[in-house]
Nanobody, 121 residues
Framework: QVQLVESGGGAAQPGGTLRLSCAASGDIVSIDAMGWYRQPPGKQRELVATIASSGYVEESDSVKGRFTISMDNAKNTVHLQMNSLKPEDTAVYYC???????????????WGQGTQVIVSS
């Protein structure tokens, strides 16, 4: 009963920009963290960036200075602003959310379906 809706994926040229968004809805008491992971073709899934409700950010060295993650707590939405895109950013990007559905339960981990990002000339 938790839904994650990802948007903003698509194609861009090297040096271009895209903004990914992920909105969580449903049975949510609180969100502990939201973030993005990606899986390039033929490679394993890897961290891009995550942000806790407190504002604490963890991000991959490969995107530092280029990507910015932010969270809108009121809307249960996370955004990933991707600037200076490189071909190696090409991947399926997955939204990840750690949230609590009930105070009687532990936090749960949810994954989005994935959205394609292609960076090429």
């Amino acid at each position: 009963q938790v839904q994650l809706v990802e948007s903003g994926g698509g194609a861009a040229q090297p040096g271009g920009t895209l903004r990914l968004s992920c909105a969580a809805s449903g049975d949510i008491v609180s969100i502990d963290a939201m973030g993005w992971y990606r899986q390039p073709p033929g490679k394993q899934r890897e961290l891009v960036a995550t942000i806790a409700s407190s504002g604490y950010v963890e991000e991959s060295d490969s995107v530092k200075g280029r990507f910015t993650i932010s969270m809108d707590n009121a809307k249960n939405t996370v955004h990933l602003q991707m600037n200076s895109l490189k071909p190696e950013d090409t991947a399926v990007y997955y939204c990840n959310v750690v949230l609590t559905r009930s105070w009687s339960e532990r936090a749960h981990n949810y994954w989005g379906q994935g959205t394609q990002v292609i960076v090429s000339s």
